[in-house]
């Protein structure tokens, strides 16, 4: 059964930092690239980051490129989301699934809820 969960958010001041993590159960994190998203109030879920299989490829957002930093951890089936320098418009709930996630949309968790004060 496959199940992802994330964890690490909460209330932060503006240039503030957070740690997210992301542990997944089953095979979907062992054989897939796998990425954070976020979904802001009244917006689409969007890709922040990704991250290959092995590690060895990162992608980013424009918007958080040179702020957060993604990785994994695969002998825990653990993903982990660095944020820093917090702005008021990283606010939003921040899901992981893999990348892309068109094949694996039932497989989205809770969230975490992110809210950046000013």
Request: hydrophobic share 30%; proline share 2%; aromatic share 8%.
């Amino acid at each position: 059964q496959v199940q992802l969960v994330e964890s690490g958010g909460g209330l932060v001041q503006a240039g503030g930092s957070l740690k997210l993590s992301c542990a997944a159960s089953g095979t979907i994190f062992s054989i897939n690239a796998m990425g954070w998203y976020r979904q802001a109030p009244g917006k689409q879920r969007e890709l922040v980051a990704s991250i290959t299989r092995s590690g060895g490829r990162t992608n980013y957002a424009d918007s958080v490129k040179g702020r957060f930093t993604i990785s994994r951890d695969n002998a825990k089936n653990t993903m982990y989301l660095q944020m820093n320098s917090l702005k008021r418009e990283d606010t939003a709930v921040y899901y992981c699934n893999t990348d892309p996630a068109t094949r694996t949309s039932g497989y989205w968790g809770q969230g975490t809820q992110v809210t950046v004060s000013s």
